[in-house]
DNA sequence: AAAGTGGCCAACCGCGTTATT
DNA sequence: CAATAACGCGGTTGGCCACTT
């Protein structure tokens, strides 16, 4: 009855992977693409779980993903969209494709909640800190809860991405065809953020997983030494520069928008074009447009994907 | 210079949903 | 239709690193 196992439940590996984890990995969806994880352990011989192979990929080795320093318009991106969705980061993330949940989950928790515990009257940080994630909204959407229920809410942005997904299947006759996945789809509403491209510079050192790769495999190139290998101390410091750009096809970090894997369905983002700025991100950005009432909100999550929508069909 | 402390982030865990047999 | 596993998501944690004392 019903489906095989994944993999062995014994014997799977876990903690930190290392560059020759990634390498197998990155090796094997350039081959496969990035579906059917549960036969990825099988075909890589790696011995992770198709899970922790997904989460890999998705958090760390999927091309396009922008790393390091957040933005300002993407601060505000992401506290408004809190203030709207609350602790829905896959939503969250859909509205900024290079970022991943992970990624703005962490960096909410980390910078974000405090800074907005500096600008608070102390009721609402204890009320940010108490409530559950996903009845924890802040002002914004407090005000409303009664009139708009979380189960509304959520299904409204549910329909959202079901538009943005019809959006993006129906752009794929103008598009190379590819594999559906939601993450990629989310790269390619809007794959042209202000800053992409520029990020290379912040301290992390990671301007997108083409870079990361590239990166990991110069360390690994030079101290293959699995003592050495650890991925997340080797992408905190390594910055050797030898001629390894492009191994898979990734090419070097400066072309990076244009790049990857070459041969696979993996979308690629122009980083050199730049959207109009859509309706939502007009609201995000304006720090002054605080939702006052329920139409306020309602409107904005019926808009918002439509309009992204609308945004990102402009990149076809 | 060494020890202590806190911040940060990658990865794991658990649960709900979806797909497959 | 039921059972089971894969998938996807949000919450949590372990360990590294930087800063402070």
Redesign the pocket.
């Known amino acids: 009855?019903?489906?095989?196992?994944?993999?062995e439940k014994v014997g799977v590996k876990?903690?930190?992977?290392t560059p020759e984890e990634d390498i197998m990995l990155v090796s094997c969806i350039q081959d496969h693409g990035p579906a059917?994880?549960?036969s990825v352990p099988t075909n890589t011989g790696l011995l992770r779980c198709?899970?922790?192979c997904?989460?890999?990929w998705t958090?760390?080795l999927r091309p396009g993903i922008k790393?390091g320093n957040f933005t300002p318009q993407e601060e505000k991106m992401i506290i408004h969209l809190q203030a709207l969705l609350g602790?829905?980061?896959?939503?969250i993330a859909s509205y900024l494709p290079q970022r991943t949940?992970?990624?703005i989950?962490?960096?909410w928790?980390?910078?974000l909640k405090k800074k907005l515990h500096n600008n608070h009257h102390p009721q609402q940080q204890e009320e940010e800190e108490g409530g559950s994630?996903?009845d924890s909204p802040t002002a914004a959407s407090s005000s409303h809860k009664h009139s708009k229920g979380q189960w509304e809410r959520r299904l409204q942005t549910d329909i959202g991405l079901a538009k943005q997904a019809l959006c993006h299947a129906l752009s794929l006759h103008q598009n190379s065809s590819k594999p559906f996945d939601?993450h990629h789809t989310k790269q390619q509403q809007r794959q042209s953020s202000p800053t992409s491209g520029s990020t290379s510079n912040n301290s992390?050192g990671y301007a997108s997983s083409a870079d990361n790769i590239a990166r990991l495999l110069r360390s690994w190139m030079k101290n293959p030494d699995p003592a050495h290998s650890d991925?997340?101390?080797n992408?905190?410091?390594n910055n050797h520069n030898n001629n390894f750009d492009s191994l898979f096809s990734f090419s070097s970090p400066s072309d990076a928008g244009s790049q990857s894997v070459e041969s696979k369905p993996i979308p690629i983002q122009s980083n050199d074009t730049t959207p109009p700025l859509s309706l939502l991100e007009k609201w995000l950005f304006d720090d002054t447009s605080i939702i006052t009432n329920t139409t306020t909100a309602a409107d904005l999550i019926n808009m918002a994907p439509i309009d992204a929508a609308v945004a990102a069909s402009g990149l076809f």
């Open positions: 009855m019903g489906r095989p196992p994944c993999c876990k903690g930190p992977w059917n994880w549960r198709s899970k922790s997904r989460l890999r958090n760390y790393r602790n829905r980061w896959a939503a949940d992970n990624d989950k962490n960096y928790n980390t910078h994630p996903s939601l992390s991925t997340t101390q992408s905190k410091t």
